[in-house]
């Protein structure tokens, strides 16, 4: 069954807080902590932990498509001991980050959703079908995401659908142009569809909220079997 999402962004934790009240209480909240200015994690419990088991812990490396600046791995480490305990639904990681600090750094109480952004280069095909194979025995699911230029580079990231386990693979490509692809995962057996609230986008091509559940009672009412 395909969750939806919602991406949220904010200056501070309780910016990212109180957008949450806004979103479905049927929504998986990504908190995209990344966005913070001046984050502190060992402030991310009092906000957020009674509500960590819906929630995806994103700290996102700039060259994947994060948000701050300041970017830190000493930083991520942080947000990993004050909300391991916590246990959220899932903590994406890169996986070239996963790379460089799981064999330091212990990742085993997390539901992990490994990710590559190929958001700035052209990957050839080999490239998209590794970062679906390195990725999948480590992984509650692997996250696949490109920004094509044309309508064949789109459809190499569907296709790998076809070599991954059903709820196992989240795969699509950015921008509006390409937005259908959003779409198409979740026939082809993407466990989450990302979103945004209402007048709050967050990556060119996502659905608002409301319209992504409107797309899953869609499929759920005629492709029951599918969603």
């Known amino acids: 069954m395909t969750k939806v999402v919602v991406s949220l962004t904010g200056n501070t934790l309780e910016e990212i807080y109180k957008k949450m009240s806004r979103a479905s209480e049927s929504s998986i909240i990504e908190l995209r902590l990344d966005s913070v200015k001046m984050l502190n994690p060992k402030d991310i419990p009092s906000y957020f ?7 995806i812990v994103t700290y996102r490396v700039p060259s994947e498509g994060g948000l701050s600046r300041d970017y830190r791995i000493s930083t991520l480490i942080q947000i990993l001991d004050a909300t391991r305990d916590l246990k959220p639904f899932y903590l994406d990681i890169e996986a070239d ?15 992990l959703l490994i990710s590559t952004h190929f958001l700035f280069t052209k990957p050839a095909d080999q490239d998209i079908d590794n970062a679906w ?11 696949v995401v490109n920004s094509p230029t044309t309508m064949s580079e789109a459809l190499n990231v569907l296709e790998l659908y076809g070599k991954a386990e059903k709820g196992k693979l989240v795969a699509f490509s950015v921008g509006e142009r390409y937005s259908f ?3 198409m995962s979740v026939m082809l057996g993407s466990p989450l569809l990302y979103s945004h609230l209402k007048n709050e986008k967050v990556a060119e091509g996502q659905p608002e909220e409301t319209e992504a559940y409107e797309f899953l009672e869609f499929v759920n009412k005629n492709w029951s079997s599918t969603a």
């Open 49 to 55: 932990a009674s509500s960590m088991s819906r929630c």
């Open 97 to 111: 980050t996963y790379r460089k600090i799981s064999q330091s750094v212990d990742l085993s109480g997390f539901n």
């Open 133 to 143: 194979a390195d990725s999948r025995e480590k992984a509650g699911a692997v996250k």
């Open 181 to 183: 692809t959003r779409y």
